[in-house]
């Protein structure tokens, strides 16, 4: 049973520039929720998709934007990047109704330079 | 809003010793998850242990346990029988039950780091 996957697992980009990170849930999880931690930190939550819709959002700007798939996969977009966007992205499933705790994913490195 | 706050940000254990990590938590809600995650350098965040607030009796797992203390907003967690495999950092996460459409979002503290030495 595949777990949470994300793509890349690093990635370099300069300050000014978008990047777009992937996630492929669970199987059988309907729910993704993005976390940026930074080093030394615990994770932060950025925001939740369901249904293809967000559905909670945490203290974070518009830079931030994301999307969910009839297949239940999620994109994170961060726009005109900023050195403190440089982070660990962790990617987070589960299905609503569950109660339970959620599945993560390995993470995306991103480098801001 | 819901904090979590980890007051120890490093922690030691001889191997096969016990160790309690520590964590305390703030929310107004009375009905609500406690987690410990355990993220090795693989950067994967694990689950541990899962506490229900509503439940009185302490969640335990093989070789981990925790002690709940509601009205403290207390909630450690406890490894016996320490393992090399067990060296991670180790997250307190709080979750707020789900509302409709929405799933309960989580909140973490800074994380301990756990040395295991042999």
């Known amino acids: 049973d595949a777990g949470v996957t994300q793509s890349p697992t690093h990635l370099i980009k300069t300050r000014g520039q978008q990047v777009t990170l992937r996630c492929s849930p669970k199987?059988?999880?309907?729910?993704v929720s993005w976390y940026q931690q930074a080093l030394g930190q615990g994770p932060q939550f950025i925001f939740q998709?369901?249904?293809?819709?967000?559905?909670q959002r945490g203290n974070f700007p518009d830079r931030f934007s994301g999307h969910q798939f009839p297949n239940y996969s999620s994109e994170l977009n961060v726009n005109a990047l900023l050195l403190g966007d440089s982070a660990l992205y962790l990617c987070?499933?589960?299905?609503?109704?569950?109660?339970?705790?959620?599945?993560f994913g390995s993470g995306t490195r991103l480098t801001v330079v | 809003a819901q904090t979590v706050t980890q007051s120890q940000p490093e922690m030691s254990v001889q191997e096969a010793e016990t160790v309690t990590l520590s964590c305390t938590y703030d929310?107004?809600?009375?009905?609500?998850?406690l987690f410990w995650y355990k993220q090795p350098p693989s950067r994967q965040m694990i689950l541990v242990i899962r506490?229900?607030?509503?439940?009185?009796q302490n969640a335990t797992e093989n070789r981990f346990s925790v002690n709940f203390q509601k009205a403290a907003k207390s909630f450690s967690l406890k490894i016996s029988d320490s393992q090399l495999g067990d060296a991670a950092m180790y997250f307190c996460?709080?979750?707020?039950?789900?509302?409709?459409?929405?799933?309960?979002?989580?909140?973490f503290g800074r994380g301990t780091q756990l040395t295991v030495w042999p």
């Open positions: 987070a499933s589960s299905f609503l109704g569950a109660g339970s705790g959620y599945t």
């Open positions: 199987s059988g999880h309907d729910t």
């Open positions: 998709y369901y249904e293809e819709e967000e559905r």
């Open positions: 929310t107004s809600e009375s009905d609500y998850y």
């Open positions: 506490q229900e607030a509503y439940k009185q």
């Open positions: 996460a709080y979750r707020n039950r789900d509302r409709g459409s929405t799933l309960g979002r989580l909140y």
